[in-house]
């Protein structure tokens, strides 16, 4: 049973351009959350995505966007990328009528923005 | 969403038990009390949830008393395999929640 894949693991860009990353969620999961975090901080929410909408969003702008495909799967973009932009990327997994709410997160994208 | 408050950081030793206590004096009726281990480059991964009193599982206990306004993880016999960073979040846990992280409790075990 393959858990929550993310890809690239590892990427680095330079300011200005814009990036995207990847996320298959956990075999039978339908909601993908997407966190950013930086080093020693603990992960900040950006948004979640469920039947292909965003459901939920946090405190970032609009240069962050998502979409979800059919199949689940997500895809974080973020453009006109900036210093401050340069985190762990992660992606959280979990079943929307789930009664636990268990997040399942991948390895994580570890961003780097020259 | 209710605010946590945990200590930053915590040592202790192989072999001993170690409780990690978090505040939430704004927990809302509907909110479940969640705890999360980090280890350094990995996603965080659930550990033990719990409403009210106590739950245990083969990995930790959390005790909440009755007021819920604050709860206790205690990990038995750690190890120095369970050096990490501990998170403890309060939420809704029903469908469009957002699981929210706060900065967490280092934990370093020592040999």
């Known amino acids: 049973d393959a858990g929550v894949t993310q890809s690239p693991t590892h990427l680095i860009k330079t300011r200005g351009q814009q990036v995207t990353l990847r996320c298959s969620p956990k075999?039978?999961?339908?909601?993908v959350s997407w966190y950013q975090q930086a080093l020693g901080q603990g992960p900040q929410f950006i948004f979640q995505y469920y039947e292909e909408e965003e459901r939920q969003r946090g405190n970032f702008p609009d240069r962050f966007s998502g979409h979800q495909f059919p199949n689940y799967s997500s895809e974080l973009n973020v453009n006109a990328l900036l210093l401050g932009d340069s985190a762990l990327y992660l992606c959280?997994?979990?079943?929307?009528?789930?009664?636990?709410?268990?997040?399942?997160f991948g390895e994580g994208s570890r961003l780097t923005v020259l | 969403l209710a605010k946590t408050t945990q200590p930053i950081s915590m040592d202790s030793y192989e072999g001993q038990e170690v409780n990690i206590t978090c505040s939430h004096n704004?927990?809302?009726?509907?909110?479940?009390i969640t705890w999360y281990q980090q280890f350094p480059s990995q996603g965080p991964r659930f550990i033990i949830q719990?409403?009210?009193t106590k739950v245990t599982n083969e990995v930790a206990s959390l005790f909440i008393p009755a007021d819920r306004k604050s709860s206790t993880l205690s990990l038995p016999r750690v190890s120095l395999s369970d050096t990490a960073v501990y998170y403890c979040l309060v939420g809704d846990r029903t469908g469009g929640f957002k699981t929210i992280f706060g900065a967490g409790t280092r934990l370093f075990v020592k040999a």
């Open positions: 075999s039978g999961h339908d909601t």
């Open positions: 704004n927990i809302a009726t509907n909110d479940y």
């Open positions: 719990g409403y009210k």
């Open positions: 959280a997994s979990s079943l929307w009528g789930s009664n636990t709410g268990e997040l399942f």
